[in-house]
Every structure is written in C-alpha cells, then in structure tokens.
C-alpha cells in the first residue's frame, strides 16, 4: 500500500482559506481527497489523476482547487470561501492507478490518518 500523510488542517473563520498537504510514496497515480463528519458517510470532494486531470465534487466547486507536484510526491487542497459546513476530517486516497474512478471511498485503498478542519461563523 501506499504511504499517505496529511498536513496543514486547522481553525479558519468563515470566508478564510486554508490549503492541505498530502505526501505520498509512489509514483504517479491518482489522488483524491475526501473528508467526513461523525455520523456522516465519507465524502468524495476532489481528485488528481497521473497527467494533472482534475474533478470535484458538486459542494467544493469553485472554491477548492486540488494540485499535485510530482516531484515532491505531495498532492495539494486550496481551500477558499470556506464556510462552517465545511468543517470535518479532510482525508487523502489513493489507489495504483493513473486514472481516478469515481470519488467514492470504497474504490481507493490507500488512507492517510486525517486532519481536521475547523471554520467557525
């Protein structure tokens, strides 16, 4: 499996932004974030595939931009306009694949530990 580690969760007020890292071993497969509430089932917001080809989810459209630097196999989410119903665990996945499927969790079987984000009103 693939090594995930994220980074750069905290507390932002509504409005601010934030931006998460997310280090990888491995090469150049795809990369997805998604992020999860208690009681919530994991949501899908964004993925990366191997070229640079990107999707997201309908709730993150226009404020989150997902990036990838290939030579510092770390993956990136730029969060802005964010608002409070974005707080939650923001997790990075992958899977061995150059391609991304569909940002559900059940097709990526590799986890980072998770880092939450906070964003009061």
């Known amino acids: 499996q693939v090594q995930l580690v994220e980074s750069g969760g905290g507390s932002v007020q509504s409005g601010g932004s934030l931006r998460l890292s997310c280090a990888a071993s491995?090469?150049?497969?795809?990369r997805a974030w998604f992020r999860q509430v208690p009681g919530k089932e994991r949501e899908g917001i964004a993925a990366?595939?191997?070229?640079?080809?990107?999707y997201y989810g309908d709730s993150v459209k226009g404020r989150f931009t997902i990036s990838r630097d290939n030579a510092k196999m770390t993956t990136y989410l730029q969060m802005t306009s964010l608002e409070p119903e974005d707080t939650a665990m923001y997790y990075c996945a992958t899977l061995k694949a150059f391609f991304c499927p569909v940002l559900r969790p059940s097709y990526y079987n590799s986890w980072g530990q998770g880092t939450q984000v906070t964003v009061s009103s």
């Open positions: 990366i595939e191997g070229d640079g080809s990107t």
């Open positions: 491995g090469y150049n497969y795809c």
